[in-house]
C-alpha cells in the first residue's frame, strides 16, 4: 500500500470507521486497463520498456472542436515572461499555450522550424538566417516581423534568464535581413543553435510592443501568437485560456487548430490531491514528476496514462573543488558502494524508472551502451579498496592523519522520498566503517544557492549533493555549460580566459570533456557528435565527478475522453516529440464523448 | 479603563516590534546570498547588475538599518516587494489572500460550533452517562487526528468517492455563492474538526460548572423543564470562555491554515506562504508572518479589553 493509502487507512480506522465502511465502493484494480475509447477515438496502450506509448487511431469524421480542458499542474508559474522567469515543467505547460517557439523538436528529438518557416547557416555555424511563417499575427493584433525578432532580442539582453541563454549561445547580433528574414550572428561556431531557439528564454516569441510598455504586467497578460489567449490569470489558483481565433496553425487535414474551446491551468502542489483532483472529475488533466505518483496512478480507474522516461536522471554531484571529493578514488569509491536499485526502490521508482549510466536513456538517439558498461558497477568490496587507499594514504587530500575516518556531507532537499534515498547512501556508506556521514536537508532554493556558490569562483559549500542531469533538448544545452571552467582561475590556467560557467556546479573541469563538448556544436555530423559525447560520457564514468539513480519518468494521465497529448504534428506534417518531462502541447488536443 | 486600554496598546505596540525584529533578524541570517533568490541559477552575475539590485533592496546595508528602514515603510503599510516576482507588492498578496484565509478560518469556526455546542451541552447534560462517552470519545479522537490527514480522508469520501464536492480550487465570490461555498466546505471541514474537539470541551465543562449553580437548582425547582433550563439559562453564561477561544483560534487560525491550505491548492495566505519559503522569497515570507502575528495580537488585545469591561475584576486587577 502506498503512503497516501496508508494515511487514509489511518484516518479510516481513527476517525471514520463506520462512515467508510457504509460509503465505501469499489477499490482500484490491479494494471488497470489504460485502453480508451473516446468519442471516435480508440487509443491503444503498449508498454516499451518502461515507456507508455499511446497511439491513437482516430475517426477523422469525428468533431473534434470544443470543450474545456482542465490541467491540474505541479505548481503555479512563478511568471510568464519568457526572458525573465525562470520556466520549469508546470511554467512550460502554460507558456507553450500562449507563446509559439520559433524551432520544435520532432519524435526523434531533432529541432525543425515551428514559427520559422525554414533555416539555414553558413559553413562554420556563426551565421544563422531564418525566414518567418508569414502572416502570422500576435493576440493583441500585431504582426510578427523579423523586426520583432530584433525587438525581442533588445529586451533579451538584459533579460534574468534569456541574458544568460544569449551568453551561453554567444549571440553577437541579431538583424532583421528582410521582412520575415532575421540573421543570427554567434560569436563561436554552435551547430545545434536552433535547440537555444526551441525553449523559453530565447525561443519562445512574445510581442516586444506589449513587453516593453508593461514588463511587470506582462507576467500575467503576456502576449504571444500561442493557439490559447490568456483570459484571467489568478495566481495560485486558475489562469484560464481561450482558443485564439487567429491562430496560424492547422492540423494535417487542413482544419484549423487548436480544437479546444478553452484551457484551464490549476496549481495543485499535492501530488495526492492532484491524482484524487483528476480521479475524482475536478479537473480532467494532469501532470507529473514523481515517480510515486505514477505508480499510484497505475492502480487509478478510468483514467489514461501517458509516461514518458526521458534523458532527465537524478542523482547527485560530489564538489570536486573540495577534499575529500577532488581525489577520484573517494568519489569512485563511493559510487561503487551505491546500490543503485535500492535507492530507485527508496525514490519510489522501482519498475518506473530506468537505472541511469549516462545522461541520455536507453531510447535516446545518445545513448551509448559503451558508457553504460563502463559506468561504475555496486562493487561494495571494491568501493571499499578505494576508499582504504585514500585512508590509508599519508598525504590525503582532506589532510586528516592516515587511518581517519573520511567526513561526507550528502545534501538533499527535504522531499520524504529524497530523505529515504539518503537513508539507503548513508547506510551502505556508513557500513563500509570508512566514512562518517553527515545528512543535512535544506529547502530547495537554499540547495541550490549552497552547489552555486558566489562570484567569482562559484565553488559553493556543498559536499556529496543530490542534483538532476540532463533533459530532452540537444546534448549542447545542458553538457557545455556544466563542463566549463567554474572560476575565472581555472578558466585562465586552462588558457580559456572569459570562459566561467557558474552551472558547473560539481566544479569538474576536464579539458579533454569540455573540448570534446566544444567540438560537438563544430560538426552537425551525427555520428561525429555521437563520438564526442560518447567521450565525454566515457570520461564521466572514469572520473565519477557525479552518480545516478534512475531516469525520471513523467506523466501526463488524462480522463478516458482526452485524446491528441500523444499524436500532435509540426508544421511539417512530421510527428512532434510528444510531451517531455510532463510537458504537454495542447493545439491538437480534443475532447470526445 | 482608560489605564488598562492603553497598558495593553502598549504590550501590543511591543509584541509587535518584537514579532517584527525576530522575524527580520531570522530570515536575515538565513544562509545564502539573497541575490541568488532574486537571479536565477543561469542569470549572469553582471557586477553592475548585481550591484544595482543590492542597492534597490538595500541589501548592502547593515541589518539594523535594513530593520529601521523596513519597520518605517511597514508604519506606512508599504511591507516592500517580492523578489521572485518581481513588481508584486507584499501587501496587495496579503490583501488579495487574505479573503479566503479569513473566510476559511470564519467557516471552520462557523462549522466548529455548530456541532460542538450541542455535544457540549448534550455530554454535561448526561455527565457521565453513554451518550457524554461517546461525544468525549469522538472529541479527544478529533484532536489527535490531524488536519491534514482528515483532508486526506475527505478529498476520498466527498470527492472520489461520492462526487458531491472538488477535490481541490477555489471558486472566487464572483463565480456564486455556491460555487464559492462547494469549494470551501471540505477545507473548513478539514479545519473544524479540531476545533470542534476544543470547543466541545470547553462548552461540556462550563456547562457542568454552571449546571452546579444555584439558581440553576432554583429554576428546577420552579418546575422549569430541562430544555428551557439548559438553553436559556445555562449556555449563556457557559459560553463565554467559548466566545474567548473562538477570537483566539481564529487569530490562531489565520496563520495556522498553510497546511490545508497547501493541500487543497488554496490561493491563501498560508499557501503564498509556503511558496515563499520555498523559493526563499524573504521579504514576501517577513511580510506574512509579521501580518498574521499582527493580526494574532491584535485578535488577543481585544480579547483582553473586552474582558475588561465584561469582568471589573479584571480592571482592577
Same mark, same amino acid.
Given at each position: ?54 497511439? $491513437? ?175 484571467? !490569470? ?62 499510484? $496512478? ?30 577520484? !578514488? ?54 571499499? $579498496? ?152 566515457? !570520461? ?54 | ?101 479569513a473566510q476559511l478560518a470564519a467557516m471552520a469556526i462557523v462549522f466548529a460550533v455548530v456541532i460542538s455546542v ?70 473548513a471541514?478539514?479545519l473544524a474538526?479540531s476545533q470542534m474537539?476544543i470547543f ?42 467559548l466566545v474567548?477561544i473562538i477570537g483566539i483560534n481564529f487569530g490562531a487560525l489565520l ?63
Amino acid at each position: 500500500m502506498n503512503k497516501r493509502g496508508v494515511a487514509r487507512l489511518i484516518a479510516l480506522l481513527l476517525a471514520f470507521a463506520m462512515i467508510a465502511a457504509a460509503c465505501g465502493g469499489g477499490s482500484s484494480e490491479e494494471g488497470s486497463d489504460t485502453t480508451t475509447d473516446a468519442g471516435g477515438s480508440e487509443e491503444t496502450t503498449t508498454t516499451e520498456g518502461n515507456t507508455e506509448v499511446t497511439e $491513437a487511431v482516430v475517426d477523422e469524421t469525428v468533431d473534434k472542436y470544443g470543450g474545456t480542458l482542465t490541467m491540474a499542474l505541479e505548481a503555479e508559474a512563478t511568471g510568464l515572461r519568457p526572458w525573465e522567469d525562470t520556466c520549469s515543467a508546470p511554467c512550460y505547460n502554460m507558456a507553450i499555450s500562449v507563446f509559439d517557439k520559433l524551432f520544435e523538436q520532432d519524435v526523434d528529438g531533432l529541432y525543425q522550424p515551428y514559427l520559422a518557416d525554414s533555416v539555414s547557416s553558413n559553413e562554420d555555424f556563426t551565421s544563422w538566417v531564418i525566414t518567418l511563417r508569414p502572416d502570422v499575427v500576435f493576440h493583441n493584433g500585431e504582426p510578427l516581423t523579423a523586426q520583432t525578432i530584433v525587438d525581442m532580442w533588445a529586451i533579451q539582453q538584459t533579460g534574468a534568464t534569456s541574458a544568460g541563454v544569449l551568453g551561453s549561445a554567444k549571440v553577437e547580433n541579431v538583424e532583421a535581413t528582410g521582412d520575415l528574414e532575421v540573421t543570427y550572428t554567434l560569436g563561436q561556431p554552435h551547430s545545434a543553435f536552433p535547440s537555444f531557439l526551441s525553449r523559453a528564454p530565447i525561443g519562445m516569441v512574445f510581442e516586444p510592443g506589449a513587453a516593453a510598455a508593461d514588463p511587470d504586467g506582462f507576467s500575467t497578460a503576456p502576449v504571444g501568437t500561442g493557439p490559447f489567449v490568456i483570459q484571467s !490569470r489568478d495566481l495560485d489558483n486558475e489562469t484560464v485560456m481561450v482558443r485564439n481565433e487567429n491562430y496560424w496553425g492547422v492540423d494535417p487535414e487542413g482544419n484549423q487548430l487548436p480544437y479546444l474551446d478553452e484551457l484551464i491551468f490549476r496549481p495543485i502542489p499535492d501530488e495526492g490531491t492532484r491524482l484524487d483532483a483528476l480521479v475524482s472529475g475536478t479537473v480532467n488533466g494532469m501532470h507529473t514528476l514523481r515517480q510515486g505518483t505514477i505508480r499510484d $496512478a497505475r492502480d487509478a480507474d478510468g483514467i489514461a496514462r501517458l509516461e514518458f522516461q526521458g534523458n532527465n536522471v537524478g542523482g547527485g554531484m560530489f564538489n570536486v573543488a573540495l577534499a575529500p571529493y577532488d581525489d577520484v !578514488r573517494v568519489r569512485k569509491g563511493l559510487v561503487m558502494m551505491n546500490a543503485q536499485d535500492q535507492v530507485i526502490a527508496a525514490l519510489g521508482g522501482e519498475g518506473i524508472s530506468d537505472p541511469g549510466t549516462q545522461w541520455f536513456s536507453p531510447d535516446s538517439p545518445w545513448y551509448s551502451q559503451k558508457v553504460a558498461d563502463a559506468w561504475p558497477k555496486f562493487d561494495f568490496e571494491g568501493g571499499k $579498496a578505494l576508499l582504504q587507499e585514500y585512508v590509508d594514504d599519508p598525504a590525503r587530500s582532506d589532510g586528516k592523519a592516515a587511518g581517519e575516518q573520511i567526513d561526507v556531507e550528502l545534501s538533499c532537499p527535504p522531499d520524504p522520498t529524497l530523505i529515504a534515498a539518503m537513508q539507503v547512501i548513508e547506510q551502505a556508506w556508513t557500513a563500509s566503517g570508512l566514512v562518517n556521514v553527515n545528512l543535512t536537508n535544506f529547502d530547495q532554493q537554499t540547495h541550490i544557492n549552497n552547489a552555486l556558490g558566489a562570484p567569482p569562483d562559484f565553488i559553493g559549500t556543498h559536499g556529496a549533493h543530490c542534483w538532476r542531469f540532463s533533459s530532452d533538448s540537444d546534448p549542447s544545452v545542458d553538457l557545455n555549460p556544466a563542463l566549463a571552467p567554474y572560476s575565472p582561475a581555472v578558466a585562465e590556467a586552462a588558457g580559456l580566459d572569459g570562459i566561467v560557467s557558474p552551472l558547473n556546479f560539481a566544479n569538474w573541469f576536464d579539458p579533454e570533456a569540455f573540448g570534446a563538448a566544444v567540438a560537438a556544436i563544430r560538426t552537425d555530423d551525427f555520428n561525429e557528435r555521437f563520438a564526442l559525447y560518447e567521450s565525454i560520457m566515457l !570520461r564521466i564514468a572514469e572520473e565519477v565527478p557525479i552518480w545516478y539513480s534512475g531516469h525520471t519518468a513523467t506523466m501526463i494521465a488524462t480522463a478516458d475522453n482526452v485524446n491528441g497529448f500523444n499524436g500532435w504534428h509540426l508544421p511539417s506534417g512530421d510527428l512532434g516529440i510528444g510531451f517531455p518531462a510532463a510537458e504537454g502541447r495542447y493545439h491538437e488536443v480534443w475532447i470526445g464523448e | 479603563m482608560v489605564k488598562v486600554i492603553l497598558s495593553r496598546l502598549a504590550r501590543l505596540v511591543a509584541t509587535i516590534l518584537a514579532v517584527t525584529f525576530i522575524t527580520f533578524i531570522m530570515t536575515a541570517l538565513l544562509p545564502g546570498d539573497p541575490i541568488n533568490a532574486i537571479l536565477p541559477p543561469d542569470a549572469p552575475r553582471d557586477p553592475e547588475i548585481v550591484a544595482q539590485i543590492r542597492e534597490e533592496f538595500g541589501l548592502d546595508d547593515p541589518v539594523l538599518v535594513r530593520y529601521v528602514n523596513w519597520l518605517g515603510n511597514a508604519a506606512r503599510l508599504d511591507l516592500g516587494e517580492s523578489y521572485v516576482n518581481r513588481g508584486q507588492s507584499v501587501m496587495g498578496e496579503i490583501k488579495n489572500r487574505i479573503p479566503v484565509t479569513a473566510q476559511l478560518a470564519a467557516m471552520a469556526i462557523v462549522f466548529a460550533v455548530v456541532i460542538s455546542v450541542p455535544m457540549g451541552v448534550v455530554g454535561a447534560y448526561r455527565q457521565g452517562r453513554a451518550i457524554d462517552q461517546a461525544t468525549s470519545a469522538a472529541s479527544q479522537i478529533a484532536l489527535s487526528v490531524p488536519n491534514f490527514i482528515t483532508g486526506i480522508f475527505l478529498i476520498w469520501l466527498f470527492a472520489v468517492k461520492l462526487r458531491w464536492f472538488p477535490a481541490s480550487n477555489w471558486n472566487r465570490w464572483d463565480k456564486g455563492i455556491w460555487a464559492n461555498f462547494r469549494t470551501a466546505v471540505l477545507p473548513a471541514s478539514a479545519l473544524a474538526l479540531s476545533q470542534m474537539a476544543i470547543f466541545s470541551r470547553l462548552v461540556r465543562s462550563d456547562m457542568i460548572a454552571t449546571l452546579q449553580e444555584n439558581y440553576i437548582l432554583s429554576a428546577r425547582a420552579k418546575g422549569l423543564n430541562d430544555r428551557f433550563i439548559l438553553l436559556r439559562h445555562a449556555l449563556r453564561p457557559s459560553s463565554l470562555s467559548l466566545v474567548t477561544i473562538i477570537g483566539i483560534n481564529f487569530g490562531a487560525l489565520l496563520g495556522g491554515t498553510v497546511v490545508i491550505e497547501t493541500l487543497f491548492a488554496l490561493p491563501g495566505l498560508g499557501f503564498r506562504l509556503i511558496n515563499a519559503i520555498n523559493s526563499r522569497d524573504i521579504l514576501m515570507v517577513q511580510g506574512i508572518t509579521v501580518f498574521v502575528a499582527t493580526v494574532y495580537v491584535v485578535i488577543n488585545t481585544l480579547v483582553d479589553v473586552l474582558y475588561a469591561f465584561v469582568d471589573p475584576r479584571i480592571r482592577k486587577g
